[in-house]
């Protein structure tokens, strides 16, 4: 159980366009859904924390209007990054954390590789 | 953001032999975690650490949550070609499910 997905598995996409990348808890509910960014050779970096039903809290430094999170429902988060720019280009990954079980840890999804032109 | 500091930032070993490296952060967590990601996919955890001194095994693997709570280490033993990837660890200042820092990851190479 707690298997988290995400598509697509790769884009590439022209400068100036905007990319829509889905994250899934596919068998159970997720209070808090968390996106990474992970830069070639470099560790993960939390960019944002998405709780259903609420406005997604960004860290310091991810600039909220170009990283767009919609946290619909308690299986799907979504990320989209507006006019996106070569130096977007990076490996996403977004986790989950099942409803109702604090001690729980993250559940990863596969990521997501982002490649602009 | 800030980043936890791991070591060793590589390894070189042959097949059989034992591993260890370890995380240090300037400040407390409450809970440590070990991830492994292969190339091209997410993390995988491998060993959660609740309590400070606590020590835990997962098969070949073990892991401690150091006493000042600022650092944690990781021991492989008799590795396998399966064991090659990126070792990374993360900190929680709550559970596992609350916000992770990760450390600068360790990349193990396994010498034929």
């Known amino acids: 159980g707690a298997v988290v997905s995400q598509h697509p598995s790769r884009v590439i996409c022209k400068s100036g366009t905007s990319v829509k990348i889905e994250c899934r808890s596919l068998?159970?509910?997720?209070?808090?859904m968390f996106w990474y960014r992970q830069f070639p050779k470099q560790s993960l970096m939390l960019m944002a924390t998405?709780?259903?039903?609420?406005?997604?809290?960004?860290e310091q430094g991810v600039e909220k209007d170009k990283f767009l999170i919609n946290h619909a429902s308690l299986t799907l988060s979504t990320l989209t990054v507006t006019s996106a720019h070569p130096e977007d280009s990076s490996f996403y990954i977004c986790?989950?954390?099942?409803?109702?079980?604090?001690?729980?840890?993250?559940?990863f999804g596969p990521g997501t590789r982002l490649t602009v032109l | 953001g800030q980043q936890l500091n791991q070591s060793p930032q590589s390894m070189f070993i042959q097949e059989g032999e034992d591993v260890s490296m370890n995380c240090t952060s300037s400040?407390?967590?409450?809970?440590w975690l070990w991830y492994k990601q292969d190339p091209g996919e997410g993390p995988v955890l491998l060993i959660a650490?609740?309590?400070?001194?606590e020590l835990t095994s997962n098969g070949r693997l073990t892991a401690q949550f150091g006493i000042t709570r600022k650092d944690s280490f990781l021991n492989i033993s008799a590795s396998i070609p399966s064991d090659v990837g990126i070792y990374f660890c993360?900190?929680?200042?709550?559970?596992?499910?609350?916000?992770?820092?990760f450390g600068t990851g360790t990349r193990l190479t396994i010498i034929p």
């Open positions: 986790s989950a954390t099942r409803q109702g079980i604090s001690t729980d840890t993250q559940y």
């Open positions: 068998d159970f509910q997720a209070t808090t």
């Open positions: 998405s709780n259903e039903g609420s406005k997604a809290t960004y």
């Open positions: 400040s407390i967590f409450n809970t």
């Open positions: 650490l609740y309590k400070a001194g």
């Open positions: 993360a900190g929680s200042r709550g559970f596992g499910n609350e916000k992770l820092t």
